[in-house]
């Protein structure tokens, strides 16, 4: 096998192939939203609500970024978590815990 042919496939394998799925999904869900957008009955305020990512089948947000950008969606994600945790208790109780950590 050539060293060219080799690292083809290799490239093929490793970053084409996985994401075809992906790829495959936007398309239909690229079709989708435009078949809903054409209808007759569509109205302006219907036409502002609907966004293609929600015909999407595949919600993986990992594919087609980089590290970088992956590591930006974790840390939003934490810190999500992170308020939805402390919204949980009474703001008196953290302002407490605040103070005696200082």
């Given at each position: 096998?050539?060293?060219?042919?080799?690292?083809?496939?290799?490239?093929?394998?490793?970053?084409?192939?996985?994401?075809?799925p992906q790829f495959h999904d936007m398309q239909n869900a690229m079709l989708q939203?435009?078949?809903?957008?054409?209808?007759?009955?569509?109205?302006?305020?219907?036409?502002?609500?609907?966004?293609?990512?929600?015909?999407?089948?595949?919600?993986?947000?990992?594919?087609?970024?980089?590290?970088?950008?992956?590591?930006?969606?974790?840390?939003?994600?934490?810190?999500?978590?992170?308020?939805?945790?402390?919204?949980?208790?009474?703001?008196?109780?953290?302002?407490?815990?605040?103070?005696?950590?200082?």
């Amino acid at each position: 096998m050539p060293v060219t042919l080799f690292w083809a496939l290799h490239i093929f394998d490793t970053y084409v192939e996985p994401q075809s799925p992906q790829f495959h999904d936007m398309q239909n869900a690229m079709l989708q939203y435009s078949m809903y957008m054409t209808s007759s009955g569509m109205t302006r305020e219907a036409a502002k609500k609907i966004m293609p990512s929600q015909f999407q089948l595949i919600k993986d947000e990992t594919i087609f970024k980089s590290k970088e950008e992956i590591e930006e969606i974790e840390r939003k994600k934490e810190e999500e978590r992170k308020a939805a945790t402390m919204s949980m208790f009474d703001p008196s109780l953290i302002e407490k815990l605040r103070a005696t950590m200082k």
